[in-house]
């Protein structure tokens, strides 16, 4: 039985954009010093979470608290103590890496070393590049140094390696083993089910608003792989983490 306390609870959570229920009645934990994946089709609702976990959004229903703060009325507090890494993001086309790093550590009263992340998201050779000259990997690993320059307690990370090469992928990889091993807690949504069964202790699998499964990927996988009620279709061969996805799903990634 995990002991560790809960940094994430969501009860009953619910989001509606007109007649779409994007969040439909989610509930789960997140404890601390875990790597906890949400993935799911396009439109499942991962991104939706995410925001009304970070106060982006205010919930239709239900209760979310992150750090014990609710996300909307203890924004400020919960801004110093986590990181946010979102899908859609920007900064001013003139501003340089340096700066941007530079500028964003200024704003907490602890930040971490932002030279480090420099190095560390392999950004050194384009100290003195302006945002706007950036590839787009290279703003992918900008903004998730951004997301650390406050050395947050818990960090969101959507889409973390998205638009990155294998060897950025990689570092990428080491740096959420490395944030865990540290005592930070991370949540990541991706759509890459290798990722997630790399990196994640646990894994909610989400559909149409809902979480259709949640468990480490090692119990994931060795349900479907038993023949259980997942499906009989896996019962040979190497199961994997895409393999359950696809199962519970019914279909690949919808656009």
């Not at 340089?96 to 392999?122: C, I, N, Q």
């Not at 947050?152 to 570092?171: K, M, N, Y």
């Not at 740096?175 to 005592?183: A, C, E, F, Q, T």
Request: glycine share 10%.
């Amino acid at each position: 039985m995990n002991t560790e306390p809960e940094v994430v609870t969501v009860r009953d959570l619910r989001k509606s954009y007109a007649a779409t229920k994007a969040v439909d009645g989610v509930s789960f934990e997140v404890r601390s010093a875990e790597v906890f994946g949400i993935v799911g089709p396009n439109g499942a609702g991962k991104t939706t979470i995410v925001e009304c976990l970070v106060g982006l959004r205010e919930p239709d229903g239900g209760s979310v608290r992150v750090l014990g703060l609710d996300p909307r009325r203890d924004a400020r507090e919960l801004r110093l103590r986590s990181g946010v890494q979102l899908q859609e993001a920007a900064l001013p086309d003139g501003i340089k890496v340096w700066e941007a790093l530079a500028l964003f550590a200024s704003l907490y009263p602890r930040p971490a070393d932002w030279r480090g992340l420099l190095r560390d998201w392999g950004l050194e050779g384009k100290r003195n590049a302006r945002f706007s000259s950036l590839s787009g990997g290279q703003r992918q690993r900008l903004f998730v140094a951004l997301a650390l320059v406050n050395d947050p307690e818990i960090v969101f990370l959507d889409e973390l390696t998205s638009g990155l090469d294998p060897q950025a992928r990689r570092a990428g990889w080491e740096m959420v083993d490395s944030l865990r091993n540290r005592g930070t807690t991370v949540v990541l949504v991706t759509h890459a089910m290798e990722e997630a069964e790399a990196l994640c202790d646990r894994v909610a699998i989400v559909d149409h608003g809902r979480i259709v499964a949640l468990d480490t990927p090692r119990r994931l996988i060795e349900g479907l792989g038993a023949g259980g009620s997942m499906s009989p279709r896996f019962r040979s061969g190497r199961v994997s983490l895409e393999d359950v996805f696809l199962s519970l799903t019914g279909q690949g990634m919808r656009a």
